[in-house]
């Protein structure tokens, strides 16, 4: 059994396939023992509530405090995830998925769970990755870039921004006319898709 910590950010729709398929599945091989966000206002952390999992903020605010201000990015991103890091080990997680966890990871948690830390990226990686590439963003880069195809990647987290090893890609057509809305609504059921198979991966 992989004890597995879910990071999100917002609404949870990938996390919500975790958790229907651990419920759906006999004899499932991972079991989710912490939904952790950087911002309160997540509706993730309610349906890992909803589904009786341990729900915690880590934000910037709550973990810096008056120090916030003064922080950089980097700093803020660090501190962050050493709280992350903290959380995973007193929930006793075996691996970190990155479902729409809409930050950087630095510092020791990179090591600590070296090749146990896997993300979901809204595109074909290594194309449309990077700092600022997440969400709507990302869709928006493939329609003005007249790309033909788009879809999501799961890849193992490293040091860098989306450099990771690739795990699982799945791939749909973009279509004339095509809006951010409506190309992440063919993306959408994809992810939910990579994201369990990318788990089960790790199982392995």
């Known amino acids: 059994m992989l004890n597995i910590a879910v990071l999100v950010s917002g609404g949870g729709t990938n996390l919500q396939a975790l958790i229907d398929y651990e419920k759906q599945t006999e004899d499932c091989p991972y079991h989710i023992v912490l939904v952790a966000s950087n911002t309160k206002r997540a509706y993730a952390l309610e349906r890992a509530k909803a589904a009786g999992i341990p729900a915690e903020v880590r934000s910037p605010v709550l973990v810096l405090g008056p120090a916030l201000m003064s922080a950089t990015m980097d700093e803020k991103r660090e501190l962050v995830s050493d709280a992350m890091l903290d959380l995973c080990r007193e929930h006793k997680a075996d691996a970190i998925v990155l479902a729409g966890y809409l930050s950087v990871l630095k510092g020791t948690i990179i090591d600590a769970y070296k090749d146990r830390i896997i993300n979901l990226h809204p595109a074909l990686l290594p194309k449309f990755g990077g700092v600022g590439m997440w969400g709507h963003n990302v869709h928006e880069a493939v329609i003005e870039a007249g790309e033909k195809e788009s ?5 193992l987290v490293d040091s860098g921004c989306d450099t990771g090893r690739i795990l699982v890609q799945k791939r749909v057509p973009v279509l004339p006319g095509d809006t951010p809305d409506s190309l992440y609504e063919r993306i959408a ?7 369990v198979e990318a788990v089960l991966m790790l199982c392995k």
Not at 189 to 195: G, R, S, T, W
């Open 189 to 195: 059921p994809e992810e939910h898709k990579a994201i």
């Open 151 to 155: 879809g999501c990647t799961v890849h």
